[in-house]
């Protein structure tokens, strides 16, 4: 069983559910604790994205050390590569209205995990999932004048692959003057710090703590 301690230096049904995913063979189930509740999350080996990466527990882990600092209670909220479903989990128990975004292929895992968690009253809002494909175009499927979000949050989206560019302009697409990105991950490769340096000359950026390789970073738009 794995709970969610991790510590960053600072710095049944009748009928199957709409949500319940075409699962050929399960990973893992692993248990975590945040916000005082315990959060059941599935693995799966059938797509990339469906297993825990590691940088979502440090960015839980702060984002439930830190409330005072990162005030997500009736805040307007987006994930970028949403996974497993963690980080909308913790974010939506603290508050936040919260808007999950991974490819269509992992939206079956994903829903699975955030409905099983959030549900029951457990949240004063109901977490919304959505395909989002990253790219320069998103004006077109996601105007500006149509979203305004407080926070932006991600958890290890940048690792080998060859969609970092977009990644970039997705991030500058929905982080608008007023929203705040937290962005957490593992620093693996080189191109991952290419990418970091192209993430500070986008944004106005510090790091909110770093542990080792691993970094949670804040950024404001450059207005």
């Known amino acids: 069983m794995r709970t969610g301690a991790h510590q960053t230096k600072p710095v049944q049904q009748d009928s199957p559910l709409a949500w319940v995913p075409n699962i050929y063979s399960r990973l893992s189930k692993d248990i975590y604790h ?20 590691p940088a979502a527990l ?17 805040k307007e ?24 975004t991974d ?12 409905m099983r ?17 990253w790219g320069y175009d998103l004006e077109h499927t996601h105007p500006t004048s149509g979203f305004r979000y407080n926070y932006i949050l991600a958890a290890d989206v940048v690792y080998h692959h060859d969609f ?36 500070k000359n986008t944004f106005y950026t510090s790091v909110l703590a770093e542990d080792g390789k691993m970094r949670i970073f804040m950024a404001t738009c450059r207005e």
């Not at 479903?85 to 808007?99: C, D, F, K, N, Q």
């Not at 490819?103 to 955030?114: A, D, K, Q, T």
């Not at 968690?117 to 494909?133: D, F, I, V, W």
């Open 34 to 53: 945040y916000s005082g509740q315990k959060i059941v999350i599935y693995e799966s080996v059938d797509t990339f994205g469906a297993v825990m990466w």
């Open 58 to 74: 440090p960015l839980c882990f702060f984002l439930d050390d830190n409330r005072q600092r990162v005030k997500l209670q009736e």
């Open 77 to 100: 909220v987006l994930e970028l590569g949403a996974g497993t479903g963690l980080v909308t989990i913790v974010a939506s128990l603290l508050g936040a209205s919260v808007t999950a």
């Open 103 to 114: 490819l269509p292929e992992e939206l079956g895992n994903l829903s699975y995990n955030v």
């Open 117 to 133: 968690n959030t549900g029951a009253g457990q949240c004063s809002h109901m977490p919304k999932m959505e395909a989002l494909a």
């Open 164 to 199: 970092l560019d977009e990644l970039l302009a997705t991030m500058k697409h929905f982080c608008q003057p007023g929203t705040t990105l937290i962005w957490a991950n593992k620093v693996r490769f080189e191109s991952d710090i290419t990418f970091i340096d192209n993430f």
